[in-house]
């Protein structure tokens, strides 16, 4: 479980950022293998630094996975009041894509799955994106039957996509959200297949 994090200083925050940033360096690289050690290494610090901010590893990657969330949650309620819906949906989808195609780290969602912080600030991500799906569909950008679970089931696609190509160009996740959005679009769109899925 997760505490609640105290103030930190300057320079501990300055600390606590590099090692958030060396540990999705090496989680990326090296999977669920990266070690604690490896991380102190790449932000050179002592890995008993590490450990001052991070008792585990597993409270590190909650506070990786947590961050991305409270991230993405931010850029939602920036868009929130957009005067385009659509548009608004689409740069929020561009933008979480993006993050995740300089480091794909959707892997380490699994390992937080029984952290209630995590829980609540995906939660809370959650509600952004079905805010954000809400205004589109009442604006008649995206379908009547698509949900912001739908669309927060879609999220990792465009780049999960681009695993499927040998030595893919860095943009290609590109090619695949444009075709999810269009699929997202009203147009030409036939009854989708089955309810959609529940919000655990």
């Known amino acids: 479980m997760t505490t609640p994090e105290r103030p930190l200083r300057a320079d501990a925050t300055r600390n606590r950022g590099s ?25 050179g610090v002592a890995k008993g630094t590490v450990f001052r901010h991070f ?21 939602a309620r920036g868009l929130a009041d957009a005067p385009d819906p659509g548009a608004a949906l689409l740069e929020f989808l561009t933008v979480a894509a993006g993050g995740q195609a300089h480091h794909d780290l959707s892997f380490l969602q699994t390992i937080t799955a029984g952290d209630s912080g995590v829980a609540r600030l995906r939660d809370e991500l959650h509600g952004c994106v079905e805010q954000l799906v809400g205004r589109a569909r009442d604006a008649g950008a995206v379908r009547a039957d698509v949900t912001g679970t739908d669309v927060w ?10 695993t499927y190509v040998t030595d893919p160009a860095p943009d290609l996740w590109r090619r695949y959200l444009a075709i999810i959005f269009d699929g997202l679009r009203p ?4 009854p989708l297949p089955g309810p959609a899925p529940d919000w655990p």
């Not at 989680?27 to 290494?41: H, K, P, Q, T, V």
């Not at 590190?60 to 991230?71: K, N, S, T």
């Not at 089931?153 to 681009?162: G, K, S, Y």
């Open 55 to 75: 008792a585990t590893k597993e409270e590190l990657i909650a506070a990786i996975v947590g961050g991305h969330f409270q991230e993405l949650a931010a850029v």
């Open 187 to 190: 147009a030409g769109a036939h």
């Open 19 to 43: 090692l958030l940033a060396a540990a999705e360096a090496e989680f990326a690289e090296r999977g669920l293998d990266a070690s604690m050690a490896d991380i102190a290494r790449r932000a």
């Open 153 to 162: 089931v879609l999220i990792c696609a465009p780049v999960h996509a681009t």
